[in-house]
């Protein structure tokens, strides 16, 4: 009975240290993703993306903060045109806004 516990024992730990392992990575991975962008206040990112936004700041933050939970990216890192796929980033391109940005943004201060 006791050898059984040990080898049950064993096999979580190691489960344990393989999640551990495989979240580090993951995080390294993401923070290299990001290693050439300088960080950005939310201040900073509603006037530089969405000037013509007319929520106030508090508004503007608590949408990015969503955001940036739902990509598990740092709030300070994440720019408009950053696209993801199951919190991968896919792709980040220099390009002018679209209107199509700008609904979305507006939506979810609205709702």
Known sequence: MM????IWAVVFLIAI???????????????????????????????????ELDADLDEFAKCWIDVSHATCIDPR????????????????????FSHDTMDEINFRLIA
């Not at 050898?3 to 040990?6: E, F, I, K, P, R």
């Not at 890192?77 to 002018?96: A, T």
């Open 3 to 6: 050898t059984v516990l040990a």
């Open 77 to 96: 890192y994440l720019r408009p045109d950053d696209r993801f796929d199951d919190g991968r980033l896919i792709s980040s391109i220099d390009r002018d």
């Open 17 to 51: 240290l393989l999640l551990l392992w495989n979240y580090s990575r993951l995080t390294r991975k993401k923070t290299a993703w990001f290693s050439d962008r300088e960080p950005l206040d939310f201040s900073e990112i509603k006037v530089t993306f969405f000037p």
